[in-house]
């Protein structure tokens, strides 16, 4: 709950969403990966300049 009030940082490793793609891809899920980072309101992990300076993904660690 306190994650939910912006109190505690939840951190998924990668290899989860990895695992989710996979489950998604073989159509045990019908959500895409899309779907998935929008719902966790996902951020990007990134220096990549390009990337930070289009605005069109909130990144973190730029």
């Known amino acids: 709950m306190s994650a939910d009030k912006g ?3 939840i951190v998924v490793p990668s290899i989860v969403l990895m695992e989710c793609l ?3 891809e073989r159509n045990k899920v ?3 990966f899309k779907d998935i ?3 966790l309101n996902a951020k990007l992990i990134t220096k990549d300049e ?3 300076k289009s605005g069109l ?3 973190i660690w730029s």
């Open 7 to 9: 109190e505690a940082v």
């Open 30 to 32: 019908e959500l895409t």
């Open 22 to 24: 996979y489950i998604c």
């Open 57 to 59: 993904v909130e990144t």
């Open 37 to 39: 980072a929008k719902v």
């Open 50 to 52: 390009k990337i930070i």
